[in-house]
């Protein structure tokens, strides 16, 4: 049986669910069907290069990161492996249309089918650049995918959306990896000294989406009143400016910075809330994740509906007070963690059934 050969885009080294959704994939698609290269920005380090080696043929890096400032020899870079190899299709994970630069030439020089996934639906630093080359992602595409009915309508537009022009593809986890650990949560909380701590947990990337800031500022406020630890796991570009707050104002004792890990399970286990106060989100899938396991979650407000999974969840406005007194409610009401598994998979988020999907999809003209 001939393998379908596929270009994946999008996979970086920084802790994040778009990464997260390109490591899932890679480990689950059908290998019998199959073969990936990899196309990248820079060459993939750390954790994930752990958790994707094996998962791939070939990895081809661009020769500049910052595709902007070099337009034609990116463009030239795509071009060169467009007409190099014989993909049958190449598959972009992105989260502004300003990636049609690099998805372009195997349009113009291949006879791959191009599949464009939405993971984002803002990018606040891309802007311009993204209602500029939209049109030329809906022309390039030749199926659309979204992490949310929100990214669909940031990616490929309102207009289609609506026309169900596009696929929704859910963030599915792995069931099998998030679950209940009562040894990890004692192993973790031992090793951190915190036994009889009440945890909040936070996981992503350190930048303005993610909103660290205002999570130190609720924090800063909550700690007046409460026995609590903020656990912190992620690295990122405003990293060195939370650590300096969080230094300014006080609390270094209080506030964990663990980096990256590949035990995030482990971790979850050992944090009693989750919180996730991003500005904006495709989705969210560590709030998934987190759910999982069964972790009450507070959500910002902007992040869209389709994340919450369970009744624990709470979706709340980016006010410091609402935020300082929720979680009060929350510690005196003693949360009840199970496992939320049956939730997971009624609501589509089960890896193995994604996957599935996603590969029919593929095959599918």
Same mark, same amino acid.
């Given at each position: 049986m001939k393998k379908n050969r596929i270009l994946v885009y999008g996979m970086t080294s920084v802790v994040g669910g778009l990464e997260r959704y390109i490591i899932n994939f890679l480990q689950n698609i059908d290998r019998e069907k199959f073969e990936v290269d990899l196309l990248v920005k820079d060459?993939?380090?750390?954790?994930?290069?752990?958790?994707?080696?094996?998962?791939?043929?070939?990895?081809?890096?661009?020769p500049y990161a910052k595709f902007f400032?070099?337009?034609i020899k990116t463009f030239l870079y795509a071009k060169k492996i467009a007409q190099e190899n014989n993909y049958d299709i190449v598959y972009f994970n992105i989260i502004n249309a300003g990636f049609s630069l690099c998805a372009l030439p195997f349009k113009l020089f291949s006879k791959a089918k191009v599949y464009i996934h939405s993971h984002n639906d803002y990018d606040e630093n891309k802007i311009l650049t993204h209602y500029l080359f939209r049109p030329i992602i809906?022309?390039?595409?030749?199926?659309?995918?979204?992490?949310?009915?929100? $990214?669909?309508?940031?990616?490929?537009?309102?207009? *289609?959306?609506?026309?169900?022009?596009?696929?929704? &593809?859910?963030?599915?986890?792995?069931?099998?990896?998030?679950?209940? !650990?009562?040894?990890?949560?004692k192993k973790i909380r031992n090793q951190l000294n915190i036994d009889d701590k009440f945890v909040i947990g936070h996981i992503g990337r350190f930048c303005y989406q993610k909103n660290q800031e205002f999570l130190i500022d609720v924090f800063y406020e909550l700690q007046k009143v409460e026995d609590v630890i903020l656990l912190l796991i992620g690295t990122g570009d405003t990293e060195d400016e939370i650590k300096s707050k969080v230094k300014s104002l006080g609390i270094s004792s209080k506030v964990i910075f663990l980096g990256t890990t590949n035990k995030v399970n482990d971790y979850f286990n050992a944090m009693d809330l989750f919180a996730l106060?991003?500005?904006?989100?495709? *989705?969210?899938?560590? $709030?998934?994740?987190a759910q999982a396991i069964g972790l009450p979650? *507070?959500? $910002?407000? !902007?992040?869209?509906n389709e994340a919450k999974i369970i009744d624990t969840t709470i979706f709340i406005p980016l006010e410091i007070e609402l935020w300082k007194n929720k979680i009060i409610e929350i510690i005196?009401?003693?949360?009840? &963690?199970?496992?939320?598994?049956?939730?997971i998979i009624k609501t589509g988020y089960d890896l193995k059934t994604e996957i599935k999907r996603v590969e029919k999809l593929f095959l599918e003209n």
């Open positions: 060459k993939i380090t750390g954790e994930y290069a752990k958790d994707i080696d094996g998962y791939y043929n070939n990895m081809y890096v661009f400032k070099h337009p809906n022309m390039i595409a030749d199926k659309r995918f979204a992490c949310s009915k929100s $990214a669909s309508v940031w990616m490929y537009g309102r207009r *289609l959306t609506n026309k169900k022009k596009t696929f929704i &593809i859910r963030n599915a986890i792995d069931l099998n990896e998030f679950k209940i !650990d009562k040894n990890a949560r106060p991003s500005r904006f989100e495709g *989705l969210g899938i560590v $709030a998934i994740e979650c *507070l959500l $910002a407000q !902007d992040i869209p005196n009401n003693k949360p009840n &963690i199970k496992s939320r598994k049956t939730e």
